[in-house]
């Protein structure tokens, strides 16, 4: 892969879409939201800034910096949150419900 081939995410959060809606949520430094499966269902999240820590309900906690992109539904999520003390950005890009 080369530059050339490198998804551009900021263009991607900024472009348009009829097909996609797309949300920026913002984490506060160690800030925690609870999950809810409905707000997150058919979602794919980038993360744009900092670092977010996702909690399994198990207990379990996996921390993803810049660039990750993460799948939340198919996981048994308790919280999302900030762990750093700047803050996180979050692209969710999910398709428009018609």
Do not use: H
């Not at 998804?7 to 430094?29: G, H, M, Q």
């Not at 707000?39 to 794919?44: A, H």
């Not at 992109?69 to 700047?86: D, E, G, K, M, Q």
């Amino acid at each position: 892969m080369n530059d050339d081939d490198e998804l551009d995410i900021d263009r991607l959060a900024c472009t348009p879409s009829t097909t996609c809606e797309k949300r920026i949520v913002e984490l506060a430094a160690e800030a925690t939201l609870s999950y809810e499966s409905s707000q997150w269902r058919d979602t794919v999240v980038f993360v744009l800034a900092g670092e977010v820590e996702i909690e399994c309900v198990d207990g379990e906690r996996r921390c993803f910096k810049r660039g990750a992109t993460l799948v939340f539904s198919p996981l048994p999520i308790r919280t999302i949150r900030n762990p750093a003390t700047r803050p996180t950005r979050l692209l969710a890009i999910n398709r428009r419900v018609r």
